[in-house]
């Protein structure tokens, strides 16, 4: 269900995700309460990777962004299923690996590109994750995710509408033009 907390941030995680459906983000938070994503996982990956490794507690919050479905399993039971098979361990290395990937590209586009290119590249990214073009999501949710406030993204929005690129309807945004949107990304 959207907005379910999965684990916070210094949590020993219980059980470790496997998206079939919808969509998890992974927040960092600073002392002041600040949130931003940096990270996204759907159907392509797995929340708790690290488990595997015996690295606990949860280095961020991991909270479903859009509802869906997934496997899980309990984490005792991951660390020892991952210290009998090289595959699955090499599995949560491969899945550690791409949130890495993304955590540095999140960091590069904060500093280089303005909310009009975060906003699209992460739009982009979460249709494909949820596999559908319209993604049930609130300005306020992206607006924290981006670390930008409200006011900015719902102008970005107006614009990418007046482009022809989205289409938006409260609580859900519709791609209209994918590869426009990957031009402004």
């Known amino acids: 269900v959207a907005h379910t907390v999965l684990h916070e941030s210094e949590d020993?995680?219980?059980?470790?995700?496997?998206?079939?459906?919808?969509?998890?983000?992974?927040?960092?938070?600073?002392?002041?309460?600040?949130?931003?994503?940096?990270?996204?996982?759907?159907?392509?990956?797995?929340?708790?990777?690290?488990?595997?490794?015996?690295?606990?507690?949860?280095?961020?919050r991991a909270v479903v962004q859009v509802s869906g479905t997934a496997l899980r399993i309990p984490s005792v039971q991951m660390q020892r299923l991952a210290d009998e098979s090289?595959?699955?361990?090499?599995?949560?290395?491969?899945?550690?690996?791409?949130?890495?990937?993304?955590?540095?590209?999140?960091?590069?586009?904060?500093?280089?590109?303005?909310?009009?290119?975060?906003?699209?590249?992460?739009?982009?990214?979460?249709?494909?994750?949820?596999?559908?073009?319209?993604?049930?999501?609130i300005q306020e949710s992206l607006a924290q995710m981006l670390g930008a406030r409200r006011t900015t993204v719902n102008l970005v929005l107006r614009g990418l509408v007046a482009s022809g690129l989205v289409r938006c309807r409260r609580g859900f945004i519709e791609i209209l033009d994918a590869g426009g949107l990957k031009a402004r990304s």
């Open 86 to 137: 090289a595959g699955i361990r090499a599995m949560a290395a491969r899945a550690q690996e791409v949130l890495l990937v993304q955590a540095q590209q999140v960091a590069m586009c904060s500093v280089v590109h303005g909310v009009d290119a975060r906003l699209a590249r992460w739009l982009l990214q979460a249709r494909d994750r949820i596999g559908h073009p319209t993604i049930p999501i």
């Open 12 to 60: 020993t995680i219980a059980h470790i995700h496997f998206p079939l459906s919808g969509m998890v983000s992974l927040f960092a938070a600073n002392s002041d309460g600040d949130i931003v994503e940096t990270a996204g996982i759907g159907r392509e990956g797995m929340i708790g990777a690290a488990v595997a490794f015996g690295i606990q507690p949860a280095f961020g």
